[in-house]
């Protein structure tokens, strides 16, 4: 049939309170008009991200109920560290409680002053990690990626001639190679298996360890599946265990493709590295076989790797967002292209040209979804990316604004919701005016920063 419905049935539910435009204008006001500072209840449709905002299945609930809540030890640990090894063959699997305390662990052993680590693209928490540390991170994918309407089928992917001069540029300054799939900041774009590769024969060839963040790895592997010749016949499991099999380590977030409601972990290799990561992490998460986490979360996050390589939900889970964009180009509004796996980009910077750079027209666009429709989403571009360590301000390499849908918790209804509030979007978009920054901190600003609507 040409119809892909959702691979699975509602057995529970959540009620969404209805709200005016006037109410919703009141409401972001008094958040400062920072999308964060908003109460979850006042908000219709929530895509400020899909880290942790997904549905748990049956299966999950039930095993919940196994979780051993043993502070060493624990079995709940040895399935979850089995479930993990099976799609990720690394010696060591260290949880924490997200996917940020895996980066912090990870760069208090890399970071430093001085020190350069190279991306496809960082995404905040990875680059405000870094930078805490003392470090620099370098954003190296490939000039497709930074062409929202490009069509190239892995816009994800790392830039090889440009690492490899960077390698040899800075030298032992690097103390690692790092590789985002999918890269979220660029439009959820994947990469290819052949890039995962060079990139890792690359670092090698350096003496640098590879590491992988593989937050949505799933979706990554289904676009190598439906796009990379020598991969169609290959099952989901089977590419995503080549991906990981030429890195060194990676960091994951478990709250996108484990369908997880918290969790992480980060993987190793070498046995010296382990431990140093392991005494890291009894000191700020957790004993090594619990980081942070309950019994019972280790218990679902075991089940959700089970089910996030279904290739029914994962064909279901990229038409969604296909479906929206493709609505949406026919609106005329400017999108990301080709669809990324876990959200819908909108090209604020072009969509909104009268707004410039240092004014946010992501952020302009962002609050008007909210108060038009109650849609919450999240600015990636100059307010994510713009401020530099030395308090400097540049625009970003483009002005988005992501749609991130969660995982098995909205229906078709609510995607044809969406882009009706696009349709009223379109007829007022020229009267949105820009924001200017009252209040922000050192890093990672988007999060807590307040606004100020400027004069139109």
């Known amino acids: 049939m040409k119809t892909i419905i959702e691979p699975f049935r509602i ?13 919703r204008k009141t409401l972001i006001r008094d958040a400062q008009y920072n999308l964060f500072g908003l109460h979850s209840q006042d908000v219709l449709i929530d895509l400020l991200t899909d880290s942790g905002t997904g549905a748990m299945s049956s299966a999950q609930w039930a095993a919940i109920m196994h979780g051993d809540e043993s502070y060493a030890g624990s079995p709940s640990f040895l399935r979850f560290e089995a479930a993990v090894k099976n799609l990720m063959p690394f010696e060591h699997i260290i949880p924490t409680h997200q996917g940020r305390a895996a980066e912090n662990i990870l760069f208090s052993i890399f970071g430093g002053p001085g020190k350069n680590i190279p991306s496809n693209t960082h995404f905040d928490t990875t680059r405000g990690n870094i930078e805490a540390s003392g470090a620099a991170g370098h954003d190296l994918v490939i000039d497709e990626g930074h062409d929202p309407e490009c069509l190239h089928p892995f816009k994800g992917n790392m830039d090889l001639a440009k690492l490899e001069t960077y390698l040899d540029e800075h030298g032992d300054s690097v103390p690692c190679v790092m590789l985002t799939i999918t890269n979220n900041a660029g439009g959820g ?60 380590g990676m ?33 700020t998460e957790g004993f090594p076989t619990y980081g942070g986490l309950a019994g019972r979360d280790l218990e679902a996050l075991a089940q959700g790797l089970s089910e996030i390589v279904d ?17 949406l180009d026919a609106l005329g509004v400017p ?42 989403s999240c600015e990636i571009g100059t307010v994510m990316f713009g401020r530099h360590p030395d308090g400097s301000e540049t625009p970003a390499a483009m002005d988005l604004v992501r749609l991130a849908i969660p995982r098995r918790t909205y229906t078709q209804s609510h995607a044809d919701y969406i882009i009706e509030v696009f349709e009223e979007l379109v007829k007022i978009k020229d009267s949105l005016t820009g924001y200017r920054i009252s209040k922000e901190p050192k890093i990672m600003r988007h999060f807590t920063c307040q606004f100020e609507p400027l004069a139109g």
């Open 11 to 23: 057995k529970s539910v959540e009620p969404i309170r209805m709200t005016t435009p006037q109410e």
């Open 189 to 248: 774009q994947p990469v290819s298996l052949a890039n995962i590769r060079a990139t890792a024969e690359l670092a090698h060839r350096f003496g640098k360890p590879f590491f992988i963040d593989g937050c949505r790895f799933a979706e990554n592997a289904w676009f190598i599946k439906q796009r990379e010749d020598d991969q169609k016949d290959r099952s989901i499991p089977d590419i995503t265990r080549d991906c990981f099999r030429v890195a060194d």
């Open 251 to 283: 960091t994951m977030s478990a709250k996108k493709d484990a369908f997880g409601n918290i969790g992480g972990w980060l993987a190793l290799n070498d046995d010296d590295l382990a431990v140093e990561a392991r005494t890291h992490l009894i000191r």
């Open 311 to 327: 290739e029914d939900y994962l064909h279901y889970r990229v038409r969604t967002n296909e479906y929206i964009v493709e609505r």
């Open 335 to 376: 999108v990301v292209k080709p669809a990324g796996g876990h959200a819908v980009f909108i090209d604020a910077r072009k969509w909104l040209g009268h707004i410039p750079p240092l004014e946010y027209p992501g952020q302009a666009l962002a609050v008007a979804l909210y108060e038009l429709g109650g849609i919450r």
